[in-house]
């Protein structure tokens, strides 16, 4: 069974950096889509980004666009995301998620989240 | 404002049966397969439905989704207390080239 843990979360203040990684155990993900979903304090689920299980193709919410980055590295089973430009409303918890038959909108695992609080 | 709409909220009592609507447009639900999610609060969500009526192996056959045009149902029959969770939407979008979620409906069981 595969299970996906984040990493990464913190404070940051607004305008600031951080970088999340999300590690893969119990499975090969190198041919599985996987996405960074976010969720804001009392708020529904976003989803933030995709990335194919090459690599070469990624997508992202306008929310993030220009200013987050996705990317993988299969020989280690793991997932980034490289936050910039960090606003107050990039606050939230961010879950990894692998893709469920081949779509980007099936996430059949998810990881337990990790926090991200921007403020100054 | 979210991509699809669902209600904020819905409630049953146990036994019943309770749907769940979820509407969209021709570029998310109308041309691509809606899932849902069950979410307990403090913890991730987890796979419902997927392809519009499927079900991952695991999930009670009390779940059932369809998909009509534009719109998808999420329905739960004999209704638990377990049940009470928020429940959310999601499909590809071919205009934003992404995944949009509905706002998510909290059902209660009274």
């Known amino acids: 069974e595969v299970q996906l843990l984040e990493s990464g979360g913190s404070f940051a203040p607004p305008g600031g950096s951080l970088r999340l990684s999300c590690a893969a155990s119990?499975?090969?993900?190198?041919?599985?889509?996987l996405s960074w979903v976010r969720q804001a304090p009392g708020k529904g689920l976003e989803w933030v980004s995709v990335i194919s299980g090459s690599g070469v193709d990624t997508y992202y919410a306008d929310s993030v666009k220009g200013r987050f980055t996705i990317s993988r590295d299969n020989l280690k089973n793991t997932m980034y995301l490289q936050m910039n430009s960090l606003r107050v409303e990039d606050t939230a918890v961010y879950y990894c998620a692998k893709e469920y038959h081949s779509n980007y909108a099936g996430f059949g695992a998810w990881g337990q989240g990790t926090v991200v609080t921007v403020s100054s | 404002q979210s991509v699809l709409t669902q209600a904020p909220s819905a409630s049953g009592t146990p036994g019943q049966r309770v749907t769940i609507s979820c509407s969209g447009s021709?570029?998310?639900?109308?041309?691509?397969?809606v899932f849902w999610y069950q979410q307990i609060p403090e913890t991730a969500p987890k796979l419902l439905i997927y392809r519009n009526d499927r079900r991952p192996s695991g999930v009670p056959d009390r779940f059932s989704g369809s998909k009509s045009g534009t719109s998808a149902s999420l329905a739960i029959s004999g209704l638990r207390s377990e049940d009470e969770a928020d429940y959310y939407c999601a499909a590809w979008d071919d205009s934003l080239r992404g995944v949009v979620f509905g706002g998510g409906t909290k059902l209660t069981v009274l």
């Open positions: 119990g499975l090969n993900l190198n041919i599985f889509a």
């Open positions: 021709n570029f998310n639900i109308g041309r691509n397969s």
